[in-house]
């Protein structure tokens, strides 16, 4: 039903002014919403199935998902032996860490996005330095202000382990023999600086072991990307609104959410424009742009977004072009089309709203603590980026305090049931 409905709508052929023939064959009357507003609702619609990934031959793999939640939650994987994934992305906060921006072994330089339904992501990051889960999961492992290790010492730990060593065997392969410390040194990795210890014992391994090492490295990051597949979120009231108002008519939909809510749900997808960038089943045009959001004491003034995101992504080894990929011949991912251009400076990926309530504070830099501030931000739009300018299509609401009221309202009601509770900690062993 929800189909044809919604094909019906997208067709527009039984849009006559603002009435639609619904199932029932009786007309229904539309008096919030326009005809172009009724297809934009329509492709709101709840995601209805999980994207493939042709680079990660695990991705679908329950073992490997298993074993990638032990991973998630394993604090030994950090330098200081108490940073894991689920300190800056913990499940009681909505997979976020509650803070403006993380600390991980030291302060970064960003807010923690939520890892829910990061699966439906076409690029990972806030300047999208990634194009899968798996390379993402590798960067904070190695970032010394998050974990702090080095992936020389995941190997190790990994060998070293009989639980780890047993499950990765089972995912995987078993693992070669890394117990000759000239060959497979205790810490190394690349570094930017050649002359930092860790990167010149990066450098005496031959390029064979640096590449046993990268496969496994690489495998714990397609590991503990199974598991994050798994994490996302139901249908929320909004979808049942917008479901009901479609197939049945304004007046079935009535109570599904607050007025308040329905008049915030205007806005969006119409004076506001948010549709424009929070467009689709995710909430996401899966894009970047500049919302013009200025300084704050806490952030680096030096950090472009999507500019300097875009050179790291084409020089990394573990993008979904490289060597580490696993996508089959033919469905090989091309990144050629991408370039670094002036427009990219001050542009940020714009996030999804699905269980936005769940994960404040918001923006790249934590911004905002509320989604009042959210939203009064952009009724005003009174502030000045430090790098390029706002999109010329955002123009200032100028909603009074009720106005705001309401779409946060609408905002509230994207939130939907989290992952199954299973799925919220760590299995009693890392072996499936
Ligand atoms: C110290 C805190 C910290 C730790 C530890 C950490 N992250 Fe993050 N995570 C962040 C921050 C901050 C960002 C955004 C960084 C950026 O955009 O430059 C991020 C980004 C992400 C994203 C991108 C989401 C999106 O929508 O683009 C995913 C997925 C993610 N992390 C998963 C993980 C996994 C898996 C681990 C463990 C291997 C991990 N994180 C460890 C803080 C952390
Ligand atoms: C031109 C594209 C664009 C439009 C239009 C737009 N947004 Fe956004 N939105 C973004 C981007 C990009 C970000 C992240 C910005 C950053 O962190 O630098 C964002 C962030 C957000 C966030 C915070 C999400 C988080 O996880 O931190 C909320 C909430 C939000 N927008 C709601 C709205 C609403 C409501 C509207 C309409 C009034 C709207 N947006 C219009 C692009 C847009």
Not at 260 to 287: K, S, W
Not at 346 to 364: C, D, E, T, W
Not at 407 to 416: H, I, M, R
Request: net charge negative; proline share 7%.
């Amino acid at each position: 039903m929800w189909n044809a409905v919604s094909s019906l709508l997208l067709s527009g052929a039984v849009l006559v002014g603002c009435t639609a023939e619904t199932d029932s064959g009786s007309p229904t009357t539309f008096s919030r919403f326009t005809a172009e507003e009724l297809v934009v609702l329509a492709s709101l619609r709840p995601p209805e199935s999980v994207p493939a990934d042709p680079t990660n031959a695990v991705a679908d793999d329950a073992d490997a998902a298993h074993f990638g939640r032990w991973l998630y939650f394993d604090d030994r994987f950090s330098d200081s032996g108490t940073v894991s994934c689920a300190t800056c992305h913990d499940p009681a906060q909505g997979f976020g860490d509650g803070r403006a921006i993380s600390e991980g072994i030291s302060t970064t330089n960003r807010h923690a996005p939520s890892i829910l339904n990061t699966v439906y992501n076409r690029w990972m990051y806030w300047d999208g330095r990634c194009d899968s889960h798996w390379c993402q999961a590798l960067g904070p492992l190695e970032d010394p202000r998050e974990m702090g290790f080095t992936r020389l010492q995941v190997a190790h730990l990994l060998a070293d382990d009989e639980g780890l060593s047993e499950a990765y065997s089972v995912v995987f392969a078993p693992l070669p023999d890394l117990s000759d410390p000239v060959r497979f040194p205790t810490a190394a990795r690349p570094m930017a600086d050649i002359t930092d210890p860790l990167h010149i014992a990066w450098d005496s391994m031959t390029a064979e072991d640096q590449a046993t090492i990268n496969t496994i490295f690489t495998n714990v990051g397609k590991a503990i990307a199974a598991y994050e597949r798994l994490i996302l979120t139901g249908p929320a009231p909004a979808d049942d609104y917008i479901i009901a108002l479609l197939s049945e008519g304004e007046a079935a939909a009535e109570g599904l959410i607050s007025s308040a809510a329905q008049r915030g749900l205007e806005v969006f997808v119409g004076e506001g424009n948010c549709h424009f960038c929070h467009a689709g089943a995710n909430y996401t045009n899966n894009e970047f742009h500049n919302i013009g959001l200025g300084p704050r004491d806490w952030l680096r003034p030096e950090d472009t977004g999507r500019y300097d995101g875009i050179t790291a992504l084409l020089a990394s080894d573990f993008n979904g072009s490289g060597s580490y990929s696993e996508a089959p011949e033919g469905a090989a991912v091309t990144l050629n089309f991408l370039s670094q251009t002036p427009e990219q400076l001050g542009q940020f990926k714009v996030p999804s709203l699905r269980n936005i309530a769940s994960h404040p504070p918001y923006m790249h830099g934590g911004h905002f603590n509320s989604l009042t501030e959210v939203v009064t931000f952009y009724s005003a739009l009174d502030e000045e980026p430090d790098w390029g300018h706002r999109e010329d299509l955002m123009v200032p609401l100028e909603l009074d305090a009720d106005g705001v009221a309401d779409v946060v309202a609408f905002l509230e009601a994207l939130s939907g049931p989290g992952p199954a509770e299973v799925l919220l900690s760590a299995p009693d062993s890392p072996i499936p």
